[in-house]
């Protein structure tokens, strides 16, 4: 009888028929394998959802940056031509500037379709250049710009504001916003300062009369 039951029973001492002690081979609450799975999977997706905005980031500024060299290029590629025709624009001036006005008023036949010949293209010539975006600055009248203007003297001039442009020597031209040539001019001095609401006042500070 001693040997049938040592036969019969199970390798944790328990008499077979009864249940098991499994304490020691499951430990309640323990992680399935396949949560390390999941969370792996999460860390991955969130990681590619990351490089993607980057890349879209990337993308979106390359575009913005293409778009703005592409207008620069459209504004601004004609500046080393258009500069060169300056030289052109500039001698047909001359050639308009060395006929005295009395004498470009009374002329006629030949001496009055040259002059108007010319003129004829100036005006062309420079409506060309505006297309390209070239424009011409006459700041006469206007106040000193030292990113527009080059100031070569001083005029004395009472009765003129200081800083305004009494005198230009030198056409100047601008494409898109920047200057092509600064123009070169004379700027009054001695008289009443501009303010910036537009009234004058005496150079000592006293209100102009």
Not at 73 to 101: K, Q, W
Not at 146 to 152: G, L, V
Not at 177 to 200: D, F, H, I, N, Q
């Amino acid at each position: 009888m001693q040997n049938d039951t040592a036969e019969n029973a199970r390798p944790d001492g328990a008499p077979i028929g009864e249940p098991a002690n499994d304490v020691g081979f499951e430990t309640p609450g323990a992680p399935e394998p396949g949560d390390d799975r999941v969370a792996a999977l999460e860390a991955e997706r969130t990681d590619l959802k990351d490089k993607l905005l980057r890349t879209l980031a990337d993308m979106e500024n390359m575009r913005r940056r293409t778009e703005r060299e592409l207008a620069d290029i459209r504004t601004y590629g004609v500046t080393n031509f258009a500069r060169d025709m300056l030289t052109v624009a500039d001698n047909i001036r001359r050639a308009l500037e060395s006929v005295p006005s009395d004498a470009r008023d009374q002329a006629d036949g030949a001496l009055k379709g040259l002059v108007d010949g010319i003129e004829l293209t100036e005006r062309d010539l420079l409506k060309t250049l505006e297309r390209h975006g070239v424009k011409r600055l006459d700041p006469e009248g206007q106040k000193f710009d030292p990113n527009m203007h080059q100031a070569m003297f001083e005029v004395p001039n009472p009765d003129v504001p200081a800083g305004t442009v009494v005198q230009v020597v030198q056409t100047g031209y601008s494409i898109g916003e920047r200057v092509l040539r600064p123009a070169l001019v004379g700027v009054a001095k001695g008289g009443p300062k501009a303010t910036a609401s537009g009234s004058s006042e005496a150079a000592d500070g006293a209100p102009a009369a």
